[in-house]
């Protein structure tokens, strides 16, 4: 009775927002699992990744995904380390570089508005420790 009282809305927009984690999880643990079966592997240990402030992934979700994902592999105990990447936008007005504060690119100096990123949208696998 009590789960029927959810707010539908709020239930479907993490729904939502899980399944895309769970997509990017398994792709990141099909890599790593590839990865550590060419290479022989008995065991994962650590899987480290680097995720960017602009990739659009929820960290919390995705480490949910990732833990769920792991269960009767041979990553299962597994430590899963992730570090997140500001974004680096460039000023083609200052010819600089700024972490841009916001979603919304503007550059601290000079109030333009960057188009370009350099850096923030990394979702990748940085390190894997294995046996
Ligand atoms: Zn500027």
């Not at 959810?6 to 999880?25: D, Q, T, W």
């Not at 022989?40 to 994902?69: P, Q, T, Y």
């Not at 009767?72 to 936008?89: P, R, S, V």
């Not at 972490?99 to 960057?114: M, W």
């Amino acid at each position: 009775m009590g789960a029927q009282k959810k707010p539908r809305l709020e239930h479907n927009i993490l729904s939502f927002r899980f399944v895309h984690e769970i997509g990017i999880a398994q792709d990141i643990l099909a890599q790593v699992l590839n990865g550590a079966e060419k290479q022989n592997a008995r065991s994962i240990h650590r899987i480290k990744l680097r995720i960017g402030d602009l990739s659009g992934v929820a960290e919390d979700a995705l480490r949910f995904a990732l833990e769920v994902g792991v269960r009767d592999t041979i990553a299962q105990d597994a430590i899963i380390c992730m570090e997140q990447i500001k974004a680096l936008c460039y000023c083609s007005t200052c010819e600089e570089t700024f972490e841009p504060e916001d979603i919304i690119f503007l550059c601290p100096h000079c109030g333009t508005l960057s188009s370009k990123i350099l850096r923030g949208r990394e979702l990748e696998v940085s390190e894997l420790e294995i046996t």
